[in-house]
């Protein structure tokens, strides 16, 4: 078959060091399992693009990454210490534009964060039951609070007024609802065929497989909280089987640290999802271990963008240090979703996911440097 | 001297029964130290009223509160499970409208709540260098994110659009820094007199005894971001002496559950500040021991507003089971505010603290109930 092809953009700080690793990683199952797969890798979005041409990626670039399966993504950003803006190489808003730049052009309204505390990891809470943590966290990644709207008026004088509008649309809030409810079954099935299961309550159906919870901040932000509430009621009828559930952030925040493993599916806006999926991924063990899948579901022409949780951490960079356990999940994740395409993928991304999760269980907790985990991953994989 | 006097509303659910406590205790302290205090006790806000007069609270009831020197309230809202609107009394929106009318009303444009993990508190952490912490959040609560303004488009159709819009003016930003960096000093100075010294570093100044960490999510949010941190670079330098920091509200929240005994003084806006203050709230052990002040500084004719953290508990209303610890931690603080008025109140306010943190030490993960703990800390006061 016609080979996937994967653009691979390793970015910037960390980004690289860990790239190299996933990149050891998908010629071993290439070469096992003959999978039908290249990659091409860019030297831009970066930094040190920015220097050599003054922008962080070419003004076509969008039109270059259209042409791929997927996009595999390091890390942006070298902002330096956040309070002193002296020493930024470049302000974040330009160097992590392109972040947003690729979730808009493409489409990739779904960001998908699982967050499981996997053996190995670090647990950060104190009650044992953190063990079975199991969600889901999926975003709303392309309207809502991001839309980047909003202004300074008398910009820098004692009156100044800055504005920042969320603009949220019942279509983009239909579909992520939508979304997290047949995630929800998909999760139940996988979990029936495993013989796992685990139950859930609500008013509507009294006992349940599995569960969305919705986000919102209702009680603050009315308007768009009451047409997200209007339309999650709506939707949930069409899943008679999923309990429902609804948390205000400023709860749900709380309840991520009090309870998490009560979680199933969280649906939650474009910034209430960033901060839900930061606390998601400490729950997880940490940056250490964060995918985060930015998803077109409804157009497999347009290519998809993976990319670990974490940041270009600019402060270890250079040194070999980065734990690239994240990016050998987020490349299994790609794998998994490539799969829709063909199947064979999903199995090399069960895979690879599989000999990280081995890897990690075996060495969770000691140090290691970038090199060490990769080989150590690659081993496993044969 | 003439007394102070404070107007106490009970609110909703376990508001009525966790107040009776403080009251208690106000009544054992006035009558043992002449404090020159009264209060009156208002059916209103609350659903009950509503049951009866069609609002939540008179028309004139800002009017009548204004008369007071604090505002004592107890808990508002009984929104039913938060899924399952047909058993709502009252939208939230109605019943905790109250809440935001007062700050508002009165421009208590500081909301102050401090987190600190007394001995006997619930650890949710499972480091145990979480018993370190004590960091102040201070929220700005008068504009930004709450403004209210927005709507909805098209309602009710598949094209309908929500919007929602924050502004943030240079006034109340420059105001909740400067305040943050007052509270820093004074709180650096409190440690210094308790021979406690906690160190902080930042580029501008190598070390320092306290620090302010601005929050923002200015790589998304870039009017009010970069506002935000232009005024407060500006601020900082008043305060050379107070080291400054600046986190994202997406890593704030991981680090707050990763290291929050690295934090100081925290300012945030009206929405970042909620969500940081719900978690900040389990890290000193729930939502049952945290109070929120809402603050207007610069009016002493305008009377703050003290209230638990905590909500109205429907599920235990009635029982006699609410933990009124929260609340007594509240009514502590309003005595120590109202100290600016007549300093013989703050050290009244100390006495109250260090009788609930001594029954909490004493007693705390133990199941006690509301009038138990009240008559425990009642007996401490002599
Ligand atoms: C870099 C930033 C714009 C981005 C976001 O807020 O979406 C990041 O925090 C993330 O979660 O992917
Ligand atoms: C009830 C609600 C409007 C309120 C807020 O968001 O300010 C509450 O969460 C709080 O923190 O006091």
Not at 52 to 73: F, K, N, S, T
């Amino acid at each position: 078959p016609e080979p996937l092809r994967i653009a691979v953009t390793p970015g910037d700080g960390i980004g690289p060091e860990v790239v190299t690793e996933a990149v050891h990683c998908l010629e071993r199952l290439r070469e096992k399992h003959q999978l039908p797969l290249e990659w091409t890798r860019f030297p831009w979005p970066s930094h040190a693009w920015h220097e050599q041409h003054g922008e962080v990626m070419p003004a076509d670039a969008l039109q270059q990454l259209a042409r791929y399966d997927a996009i595999l993504l390091g890390a942006l950003g070298d902002p330096g210490p956040m309070d002193d803006p002296d020493r930024y190489l470049l302000p974040d808003s330009v160097s992590l534009a392109p972040l947003l730049e690729m979730r808009k052009g493409f489409d990739q309204w779904v960001c998908e964060r699982p967050a499981r505390l996997l053996p190995g990891a670090r647990q950060y809470l104190a009650d044992d039951r953190a063990r079975d943590i199991d969600m889901l966290v999926i975003r709303e990644n392309s309207e809502g609070e991001y839309v980047g709207q909003g202004g300074r008026l008398r910009q820098g004088t004692e009156h100044e007024v800055a504005t920042q509008m969320e603009v949220f649309t019942r279509r983009g809030t239909e579909s992520i609802i939508r979304y997290g409810f047949e995630q929800a079954r998909q999760r139940a099935e996988a979990r029936r065929a495993e013989g796992r299961k685990r139950e859930f309550r609500s008013p509507q159906c009294r006992v349940s497989e599995s569960q969305v919870c919705l986000i919102t901040k209702r009680n603050a932000l009315r308007y768009w909280g009451d047409m997200y509430t209007e339309v999650f009621q709506e939707v949930a009828r069409d899943y008679p089987d999923v309990a429902t559930h609804h948390e205000l952030i400023d709860a749900a925040c709380m309840k991520f640290v009090q309870a998490p493993w009560a979680f199933d599916v969280v649906v939650a806006s474009n910034l209430q999802g960033d901060i839900l999926t930061d606390l998601a991924a400490v729950l997880s063990g940490g940056m250490g271990v964060a995918p985060s899948c930015n998803l077109n579901p409804d157009n497999p022409d347009m290519p998809s963008m993976f990319e670990p949780t974490h940041g270009s951490a600019p402060d270890i960079a250079g040194q070999g240090l980065a734990d690239p356990t994240a990016m050998l999940f987020t490349t299994a994740r790609m794998l998994d979703w490539l799969g829709r395409k063909e199947p064979v993928l999903a199995k090399a991304g069960q895979e690879l996911f599989d000999a990280m999760a081995a890897d990690l269980a075996e060495n969770g907790g000691t140090q290691r440097d970038t090199r060490t985990i990769g080989d150590s991953v690659l081993a496993r994989l044969g």
